[in-house]
């Protein structure tokens, strides 16, 4: 307080002793100096970024005309840093603008270079090429061996075009017709044409122009519309960071080459229509503010998406994509539509942000083809995802489960809210399936936690490696195998081979990272990996109805002829007891019958069908034949051998259900007299076996038909009480899958 007090008083006493007049000076002085500083250290603004340019007059130009450089092997008219007035008011210097590059440009393969120039007015490029019919006889004869070339090119793509039905421009009609005519002319432009950081403040007119060399127009800005429509580029074009502030039209453009606009902007409407990209077409960080248009597009090589933001409506309709289509970080802030495209590679939607709707009826996809969707941003409360039912589902690959989980449940509820139930359980099986791989990874993959020295260098360290390794996690235990890269003795390429095999595939059941399992936890991992195998094997985890259809089938039929068999082939000495002729020829033939369209059911049903025939077999096979072998091993030496071992309800024909039926009679007299035995001298005799079968495993049949309680060999029992209990699941497994297939009946799949 004192200090401050003290230069108060003193400022006080020398603006006292200093005139009115120099304490103003003083000020303006001071006042002048700050402003001067600001301008030195400040930044400047935009205007004092721009390039100084040069107005352009009719004799510059004469005289850039008349002494070209050469640029990169090219003879290049040199229009840099000019102010080009093409205003109405400015007629004469227009036309004649026009008139002269036409003359030099069309008799030369001269290049164009307005880079940083401003062009003030309506640009029209197509006025500064050579006019000349696209008919192959009438091709100007001033054109070299390659330009002719080049032009004959463009029949293969309108050739290809007609394949698919596309030749809808004017140039492919006339190469594909038999004369010329004048709607047919197109504007060649023989040179390169750069346009780096021009600025175009009117319209830009270049449709129907055939570029023979490169364009060059990055950071380029169009204030008012641009037309490329019907424009063609034999060499690779560049609007990598140009700005597009109106609409825009490559409507029915051909690239022959390379087409970059990574980091565009536009603006307003973008529209692509018809085109057709050759090369590789890049858009990566690109922004779409209106709608943008790419219907009926052909992309021959990648079609690169990534990291661009569509703020409007964008349409893929009827596209046509050859190759990989990357969408990696891409943003849809309104509904996407891939309607009837065709997919002949990968979708890369990894990271992608579905904010809306995306439409994928009736697409298209290769067998080779899939939706990637791993790390998907996507909100099933908000958006939705549109799909053919039963085939959409199908399409979404993810790799693993871990970081995933969110996205299958929100893909899966999408569906449901849908009612497309097929769709949602194709995912839920998805979802089960890495889930089964993970379990195989922690029963078989070495934990780096517990491993021991050796195991690590059998894994692929180096003695070095694997000590630091085991010192590392005395101190702390490893979380995830990522943090082997805080040892100084690994580094990424080490890492990156103990997780990538020879061929580049990633291989992550080499290590895990997790807690030590003791045995009874690797046990139940175990019973739950086995499990949920067999569910994913015989029903898709109760996904396909008709998958488990198929594998009922071939038990039922496999079961039917096995108790047929037991009950009509029982010994051939002293006295014969084997089935008639005709008995055995309708048995065998019905057990054909039926196998074939249980294999039918599970071949076009199963994912892996030889894995779930296996599967099938090793249940329904070793214990049943082990009985039989058995049986007949021994012999069968009890009373009433001419009796049939197998009895019917005789008070009751017709069908029922019968849940709580056991496969053998209670021993009780009032049940003996109404369970008569079957009848071996009928000829329909064979069908009451395939029915007992039944009963046994769907618990539905249209007899009562059990095993009797009296001189009844006790393997035979065993074999029917085998299947009865394989009934019990496998009933459990039918409603199941009802439960889940059936969009009525799907209330089963909340109680998880």
């Keep these: ?42 930044p400047l603004p935009a205007w004092a970024a721009q390039p100084e340019r040069t107005s352009l007059t009719l ?12 640029r990169e092997g090219n003879l290049t008219v040199d229009l840099q840093k000019m102010v080009i007035d093409l205003r109405p008011e400015n007629t004469k210097f227009r036309d004649a603008f026009y008139q002269l590059l036409r003359k030099e440009l069309g008799t030369k393969p001269l290049g164009l270079d307005l880079s940083y120039a401003l062009i003030l007015g309506d640009f029209v490029g197509s006025d500064l090429g050579l006019r000349t019919p696209l008919y192959a006889k009438a091709i100007a004869p001033i054109f070299t061996a390659t330009e002719q070339e080049k032009l004959e090119r463009l029949r293969f793509v309108c050739l290809e075009s007609l394949a698919i039905g596309l030749p809808n421009s ?28 021009t600025r175009f403040n009117g319209e830009v007119k270049f449709s129907n122009t055939f570029f023979l060399q490169s364009v060059d127009a990055q950071g380029a800005t169009f204030l008012q519309p641009t037309n490329w429509t019907e424009t063609r580029f034999a060499r690779p074009v560049s609007f990598t960071s140009a700005n597009f502030q109106q609409a825009t039209s490559f409507q029915s453009s051909i690239f022959f080459e390379k087409a970059n606009f990574k980091k565009i902007k536009f603006q307003q409407l973008a529209d692509f229509q018809g085109s057709i990209f050759e090369k590789t077409a890049n858009f990566n960080q690109a922004t779409f503010k209106l709608v943008a248009k790419f219907s009926s597009v052909q992309w021959q090589g990648n079609a690169d998406f990534s990291d661009v933001y569509f703020a409007n409506q964008a349409q893929f309709t009827k596209a046509d994509f050859n190759q990989f289509l990357l969408l990696t970080e891409v943003t849809f802030e309104q509904a996407v539509s891939f309607r009837e495209a065709e997919f002949n590679q990968l979708v890369n939607l990894q990271g992608a942000n579905i904010l809306n709707q995306a439409d994928f009826s009736d697409a298209r996809f290769a067998t080779e083809a899939c939706l990637s969707v791993p790390g998907l941003t996507f909100n099933s409360n908000q958006a939705k995802i549109l799909g053919n039912p039963g085939q959409i589902g199908k399409m979404f690959c993810i790799p693993t489960l871990q970081g995933n989980q969110n996205i299958l449940r929100n893909l899966g509820q999408n569906f449901r809210q849908q009612q497309q139930i097929a769709d949602a ?48 996690r005395l101190v702390k235990s490893f979380r995830n195998s990522s943090e082997l890269l805080t040892i100084a003795d690994i580094d990424l390429e080490k890492y ?29 991992q175990a019973w739950s ?5 067999i569910l994913l094997l015989l029903s898709g985890y109760g996904t396909s109805f008709w998958l488990v259809f198929g594998v009922g089938g071939l038990a039922i039929a496999y079961f039917g002829l096995l108790f047929w068999l037991v009950d009509r082939y029982r010994r051939l000495h002293p006295v014969p007891i084997i089935p008639t002729s005709y008995e055995t020829i309708s048995i065998l033939v019905s057990f054909s019958v039926l196998e074939f369209f249980s294999l039918l059911a599970i071949f076009r049903n199963a994912e892996q069908p030889w894995l779930t025939l296996g599967c099938l077999l090793i249940i329904i096979v ?52 109404r369970y008569m035995p079957l009848l071996c001298d009928r000829r329909w005799n064979w069908l009451n076996y395939y029915d007992f079968s039944l009963n046994n495993l769907v618990k539905l049949g249209f007899n009562d038909i059990r095993l009797r309680d009296q001189h009844l060999p006790g393997i035979i029992s065993a074999l029917a009480w085998y299947q009865w209990s394989l009934g019990v699941i496998y009933i459990t497994l039918v409603l199941w899958t009802l439960s889940r297939t059936i969009p009525g009946l799907n209330l089963l799949i909340y109680l998880k």
């Design 529 to 533: 990996w086995l499990a949920l195998s």
């Design 425 to 472: 359980n194709e995912l839920e099986y998805t979802k089960q399936r890495l889930r089964l791989i993970e379990l195989g990874h922690r029963l078989t993959a070495t934990n780096i936690n517990t491993a021991t020295v050796a195991t690590l260098i059998k894994l692929g360290f180096s003695a070095t490696q694997a000590e630091a390794i085991a010192q590392r």
């Design 1 to 42: 307080m004192h200090n401050l007090s003290f230069k108060h008083r003193c400022t006080q006493r020398l603006n006292a002793k200093i005139p009115r007049k120099l304490s103003l000076r003083a000020s303006a002085y001071l006042c002048a100096s700050l402003c001067v500083l600001l301008l030195l250290f400040l």
């Design 170 to 197: 004017k140039d492919c009609r006339s190469l594909l017709g038999t004369e010329s005519t004048p709607s047919s002319e197109i504007t060649v432009f023989r040179g390169v044409l750069t346009l780096v950081q």
């Design 622 to 673: 070793p214990i049943p034949m082990t009985l039989l072998i058995r049986l007949y091993q021994q012999g069968r030496y009890h009373d009433l051998m001419d009796v049939s071992y197998f009895t019917e309800d005789g008070t009751f024909r017709q069908l029922r259900l019968l849940i709580g039926r056991l496969p053998v009679i209670p021993r009780n007299e009032t049940f003996r007299e």
């Design 59 to 70: 004799e510059l130009l004469q005289e850039r005309l008349r002494t070209p450089t050469l």
């Design 496 to 524: 990156t081979q103990l997780n990538v095999d020879a061929q580049g595939l990633v291989v992550r059941h080499r290590l895990i990272v997790g807690e030590t399992l003791s045995i009874g936890g690797w046990l139940l």
